[in-house]
């Protein structure tokens, strides 16, 4: 099932693309209304989701980038041992793994990841995020649904 890499890579580069363009166009903590419920807000986070440990004094950076690579590893592998049938477990371990490696190359390069996608109601706002996280957030969603509904009956 390695064959689902593609969208693992098409995860990464959606991801880092997006990451590019918010960081050559906007001004850290510059926010853009889109919608009434919706900014692009251009954030660093050095910690993991919902800015967890973010202000750690540095070595969350290391920790994090190395669950990563772990992660990425394990997740590559079971991958790799999955059957043909378990179409829907191949999308949701790779769109973990894409969202993954997407944030561990903004770790490596930068030290922090690039958030910019800016959910609100009123003045409460969901913590910013990016297409890396919204892909871990969807392949976790997928293997939910395919580990309680479960894929249809093989023939026999």
Known sequence: MLKWLWLSAVTVVLDQASKLAITYSMQLYQSIPLLPFFNLTYVHNTGAAFSFLSGAGGWQRWFFAGLAMAMSVA???WLSRLQKHETLLAVSLSLILGGAVGNLIDRLLYGHVID???VYYGS???PVFNIADS???LGAFLMLIEAFVGAPPRPK
Do not use: Q, V, Y
Request: proline residues 0%; glycine residues 0%.
């Open 75 to 77: 997740l590559s592998l």
């Open 124 to 126: 409460w706002h969901f």
């Open 116 to 118: 910019f996608l800016d």
């Open 135 to 137: 892909a871990i957030t």
